[in-house]
Structure formats: C-alpha cells, structure tokens
C-alpha cells in the first residue's frame, strides 16, 4: 500500500507528465494501484516505429527508494518481464537520487535502450531482429489487457492500421482477379473460334458426303 508521501508525490508527477509530457515517453499509474506505472516508448533508429510497453513498480517508500523497472514488449535490447539493471532502478539504491522522476526514469532508460551497453536484463541481437520486433510491437502490445486498458489511443491506431491492411490486401486480390479474367478472355475467345471452325468444317464434309449420296 502506498504511503501519504509515495502518494502525494507520484500524483504530482503524473499531473506533471500531462503538461509537459516527454518526446516519445507515455506514461500512466494503474487506477487501482497509483504504485504500478505502465509506460510505452516510440522507437527511433533500429527501433523506429515501434511502440514499447513496460512497467515501473514503486516501493510504498518512494521517492525515498527506487522502482523495479521492467520492459514487457519483445524489443530485442531487454529480456522481456525480468527487473532490469539500471542505475535509477532498485539494483541500486545507492545511486538513487530521491529528485529523479517518472520522466527522468523514463527519460534514463530511453537513453539506455538506444545505447549498446551490456546490463544485467539486456540480451544482444541483430539489428534486422530489432527491425523485426519493432514492425510486430504494437500488435503484440494490443494482445495485453493492462495495455489496451492505459493505452486506448495506441489500440485505436493499431485497429486502424489492420483495417488499411485488410482494405489493401483485399484491393490486391481484386486486381490479381481482374487480371486473370483480362486475361482469361482472350483465351476462351480463341478456343471458341477454334471450335467454331471445326464445327463448320465437319458440316461441310457432312454436306459433301450427302451431297454425293443424292
């Protein structure tokens, strides 16, 4: 349960966040629970147009003490729902600062996140991986109920993008139709000549035959 203090000051923060949110940083407390944060970051360079979701737990002594911080979107730099090693999260209480934020948190592991620093909870894969993970992001994140729940903004652009896919792929299977039958045409058009000179042809020799029985 949080205190009075971990209360007043993540309020505080969060009326903060809305004013002056951070560049690519989302972050909202549960309704339930002011104590667990869930956070989505926008993705640049190797990560660009990814969406990802984690969470920071805080201790009811905050800002006395740090949070867990934790990444839940496969993103190709952090293990997945595994407490991170960061220097503002609970592996090191004797590097928090009570001063740090929400934002500075968010906005320390943003920085992190782009750099190549190994950290106990980082894993390495390629490039083309993070690629990868960055395109599959915001589908995955919409397969989690606590997401959809803090982000109805982010599901609404992810319906939204399978509707353009959907609308896409059917206008591609429309035209690959109408090709087939452009081209169908022509084909049906001459095998029906072809068997219309046969025809005539076998009438003519039917004719001859009886002509000469006469």
């Not at 490039?127 to 992001?137: H, N």
């Not at 319906?159 to 059917?170: H, N, P, V």
Request: with cysteine; net charge neutral; aromatic share 12%.
């Amino acid at each position: 349960m949080a205190s009075a203090m971990a209360t007043k000051r993540l309020r505080k923060e969060y009326i903060a966040l809305q004013k002056s949110p951070e560049v690519n940083i989302e972050a909202v407390p549960l309704e339930k629970n002011i104590l667990e944060w869930h956070y989505v970051l926008r993705g640049i360079g190797v990560y660009e147009g990814g969406y990802y979701h984690g969470k920071l737990v805080f201790p009811p002594e905050y800002p006395m003490k740090p949070p867990a911080v934790y990444m839940i979107t496969p993103n190709g730099r952090f293990q997945t729902n595994k407490r991170l090693c960061l220097s503002m999260s609970d592996y090191h209480p004797e590097t928090w600062n009570p001063m740090w934020s929400v934002s500075s948190i968010l906005a320390g592991l943003y920085s992190f996140m782009n750099e190549s620093t190994p950290t106990l909870g980082s894993i390495v894969t390629s490039d083309g991986q993070k690629r990868k993970f960055a395109l599959m992001s915001l589908e995955e994140n919409c397969k989690n109920a606590t997401f959809v729940q803090c982000f109805p903004d982010l599901v609404a652009k992810q319906e939204e993008l399978a509707r353009q896919q959907e609308q896409s792929t059917t206008s591609v299977l429309t035209l690959s139709y109408d090709s087939e039958q452009k081209f169908a045409l022509p084909k049906y058009l001459a095998e029906l000549r072809y068997w219309i000179a046969a025809g005539v042809a076998l009438l003519a020799v039917v004719m001859g035959v009886l002509f000469m029985q006469l």
